[in-house]
RNA sequence: GGAGAGGUGGCUGAGUGGUCGAAAGCACUGGUUUUGAAAACCAGCGACGGUUUACCCCGUCCCAGGGUUCGAAUCCCUGCCUCUCCGCCA
């Protein structure tokens, strides 16, 4: 959520500002509701004094005794008035709620303009497109002939982008969560969570996904408000939800291994090969709670967190600064990793590494006490997929392909798969 | 799932429907004392919004949402959560 000050301040400067994700902010109902929120909270205020004064006297005057039915005839109709204030103000409040709550975040002055993705700005690579004196089969014609990925069973069982992974596929798969966790807890400092994969409302719409974009989340039936989480994000940023952390213990750096679940309305026939998009993937991500001032440079220390996976992998990859129309919601900046996929002659995403300043801690109301102030202020939040599992697993076994079809298995990964070479 | 007890400031924990934003203790901060530290003593110490140069002042907040009342931390209803016992269970 923005800064609703900002807004009351420098509305123009705003709706200029998200002219850049193409957002049109409607200043004049803005403008309209604020100034009916001021003059109604201020004569509210008014009359909740003259209540809190006259009870007051009442109760004074009922201690001495006397008698209190005139004080009380004079308050009559003060109760109504007060009631029907308070209540048009709560309407206006959560007009202005719902308002504040709809709009995105501002973004970094560094975010290359543009619409979509075709605009996204490439800032460096790392190694070169794997080559093969052979062609290079995809993911699927190389996991599905053996049943290593079969998408029939799933299908069968569930439906539609879902995936059963068999055998060495799906230890390989296992290992790259254990290979991720283990680098992140143990050599980049995160400490290592485990969380819950259904989130209420409230955690939510602290990092965004709710209210605008409930069509993209799978609702639990029944009398709870739960959703499946669509990131790790979700449930770990949210551990800092109505905190205030001391400074000592800032920044706080979490990683954690979670599925993910994403309806994807919206991308019919999108990517509907193989493992790109499922319904149901697993992800290891990375997540921090830092101080305002050191947000930007703890970007791209995370960035180069997840950078180190793919290198340790022997993927090349490339980084990506995404522009304004394709940056998400909540975020004022996001870098993308983009791993080579041979089996598509391509680089796709495979990581997303966002600063999201102080957008979802005003919502969830995160902060840390100043040392030095003793106040509490917003935190900053940060967060990168390090990385997402399935799309690492088509990685691997697109780039280790062998023309016999075996994969063989990256060094790092060979100590969590009792020491094997290849798949075969 | 059944029965009971609770949810109060960073923590523990008092609070008769009427100067209660809330006793007390701990923690923390500043001061006195001390070569220094500890102890002792004194003082300060919630969040948010409005107003203000600032002080002051005003409002809201005692799990959340409703209700009763001139007045609610306190009474009533609903929800959420925690604890104890029983049942079930990985």
């Given at each position: 959520?923005?800064d609703v000050?900002l ?8 709706a ?6 193409n957002?049109?902010l409607?200043v ?6 604020e100034s009916?929120?001021?003059e ?6 008014e009359?909740q004094?003259?209540r809190?004064?006259s009870a007051?006297?009442?109760g004074?005057a009922?201690?001495?005794g ?6 009380l ?10 009631k029907?204030?308070e ?15 709809g709009?995105?975040?501002l ?5 290359p303009?543009?619409?979509s993705e075709?605009d996204?700005?490439?800032?460096r ?7 093969f ?5 995809d993911h ?7 049943g290593w990925m079969d998408?029939?069973?799933?299908t069968?069982?569930?439906?539609s ?10 230890r390989?798969h ?9 680098t992140?807890?143990?050599?980049h ?5 485990y ?5 209420n409302?409230?955690?939510l719409k ?6 605008k974009f409930e ?8 009398e709870h408000?739960?959703?499946?989480i669509p990131?790790?994000e979700v449930p770990?940023?949210n551990?800092?939800r ?10 706080l ?15 019919y ?7 790109i998009r499922?319904?149901q993937?697993e992800?290891v991500?990375?997540?921090?709670m830092v101080?305002p ?15 180190a ?6 993927l ?6 995404l522009?304004?129309?394709d940056?998400g919601?909540s975020?004022?900046?996001?870098y ?16 997303s590494?966002s600063?999201f ?12 006490r ?5 106040k509490p ?5 940060l967060?990168g997929?390090g ?8 990685a691997v076994?697109e780039?280790?392909?062998?023309e016999?079809?075996?994969?063989l298995?990256?060094?790092v990964l060979?100590?969590?798969m ?7």
């Open positions: 959520m923005l000050k807004l009351r301040a420098n509305i123009n400067d705003v200029e500002q998200l002219k850049r994700r957002v049109d409607d004049e109902a803005f403008n309209t509701l009916r929120r001021k109604l909270s201020v004569s509210t205020q009359l004094n003259e809190n004064k007051k006297s009442i004074q009922k201690a001495k006397e008698d209190i039915q005139p004080l005839d004079q308050v009559a109709d003060l109760g109504g008035q007060l029907a204030a209540d048009e103000l709560a309407a206006l409040n959560s007009s202005i709620h719902e308002m504040m709550m709009l995105p975040n973004l970094h002055e560094t975010v303009a543009g619409d075709d996204n700005v490439e800032i690579r790392w190694g070169e497109p794997t080559s004196d052979f062609k290079p089969k699927v014609d190389l996991g599905a002939p053996n998408f029939e069973a799933a069968k069982i569930t439906g982008r879902f995936v059963v992974m068999r055998s060495a596929m799906a390989m296992r290992a790259l969560i254990q290979f991720m966790l283990d992140h807890s143990q050599e400092g995160y400490g290592e969570v969380v819950p994969y259904l989130a409302e409230d955690s602290g990092t965004g996904q709710l209210p069509e993209d989340l799978f609702k639990m039936k029944g408000n739960f959703y499946l990131t790790g770990i940023t551990l800092v109505g905190e205030i952390i001391d400074e000592k213990d800032m920044p750096m979490y990683t954690g291994h979670t599925p993910c679940f994403r309806s994807e309305a919206g991308s026939g999108k990517d509907t090969r193989g493992l499922q319904h993937f992800k991500e990375m997540v921090q101080k001032e050191e947000s930007w440079d703890k970007l791209e220390e995370l960035l180069g967190h997840a950078e996976i793919l290198q340790k992998l022997g090349p990859y490339r980084v990506m600064t522009c304004a129309g940056t919601f975020a004022a900046k996001t993308d990793l983009e791993v080579w996929l041979p089996g598509q002659d391509t680089y796709r995403e495979i990581s590494c600063n300043e102080d957008f979802q801690a005003r919502r969830m109301m995160a902060r840390y100043n040392a030095e102030t003793k202020e917003l935190l900053h939040t967060n997929s990385l997402a599992i399935g799309r690492t697993l088509v076994v780039n280790y392909q062998q016999d079809g075996s994969i298995v990256p060094d060979k100590p969590y009792g020491g094997i070479e290849k798949l075969s």
